[in-house]
């Protein structure tokens, strides 16, 4: 089934090729069952990680997936590519060509990349109107001055989109690393906005997405599901 949701008298009209009228019947009969509980309600909704089951056959079965990886700096954040590796590359389950990206990094950089089949999910975390922070540790070549602070937090055009970047916060840890959290997630946007400076971004490295850290236990490369608790947070 397609991401979304449909009425189950649709989904089992489609799949057993009956009318609405019939799977009416069969919903009285009981033969039925949504997520191993009989259905009645022919408006009931469905989605692609329901479980479906007619009379004890399973038509539907498949689990959502949350995967955290620390991504390698070198490894494409694509899930094919025919010359470099990819983030799909790095996994080891059968189930990864159902994968996709939620936020991609750039070749070179590092850290947090979550993967998941959840179309819906995904698009939520991403959505610009949810804001959804994301936090990255910069090193640059040249000396940071309070100025990047005013810069990022005002925004800056980019003529290319013809879009003034939301507010960023640029805190400076050190001479030349800063944490920096944006709310979107524009093409090469952090080195584009060093570039302003006219400093080059030595290295980049994503450390949360939301109220998710980077699990520091996951070398890079290395992946895990998110437990359920971090998925229920994540946004907060
Ligand atoms: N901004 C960039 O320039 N690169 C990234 O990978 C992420 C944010």
């Known amino acids: 089934m397609a991401s979304g949701s449909h009425r189950l008298d649709r989904y089992f009209s489609k799949t057993l090729g009956i009318n609405r009228r019939d799977v009416k019947a069969l919903l009285a009969q009981g033969r039925i069952l949504i997520d191993h509980q009989p259905a009645a309600d022919a408006e009931q909704l469905v989605d ?11 038509l539907q079965l498949k689990l959502p997936v949350y995967l955290m990886l620390h991504k390698p700096i070198g490894i494409l954040s694509a899930t094919t590519d025919p010359r470099h590796p990819t983030v799909i590359d790095l996994l080891q389950r059968a189930d990864k060509g159902d994968l996709h990206i939620v936020g991609r990094l750039d070749r ?3 850290g947090l990349l979550l993967l998941t089949n959840d179309g819906r999910w995904s698009r939520a975390l991403m959505a610009p109107k949810l804001e959804v922070p994301k936090v990255y540790l910069v090193t640059v070549q040249n000396p940071l001055t309070p100025d990047y602070v005013k810069a990022f937090s005002d925004g800056m055009y980019f003529a290319y989109e013809g879009i003034t970047t939301r507010p960023a916060r640029l805190e400076i840890l050190e001479e030349r690393l800063a944490r920096v959290t944006l ?6 946007q952090i080195k584009r906005m060093f570039g302003r400076f006219r400093n080059p971004v ?3 490295h994503r450390t949360a997405i939301g109220n998710l850290p980077l699990d520091p236990a996951l070398a890079p490369g290395q992946s895990r599901e998110l437990t359920p608790a971090e998925l229920k947070g994540i946004r907060g």
């Open 48 to 58: 692609e990680f329901s479980h479906i089951a007619f009379d004890e056959r399973v």
């Open 183 to 188: 709310v979107e997630g524009r093409y090469h």
């Open 202 to 204: 030595l290295a980049l």
């Open 108 to 110: 070179g950089s590092s």
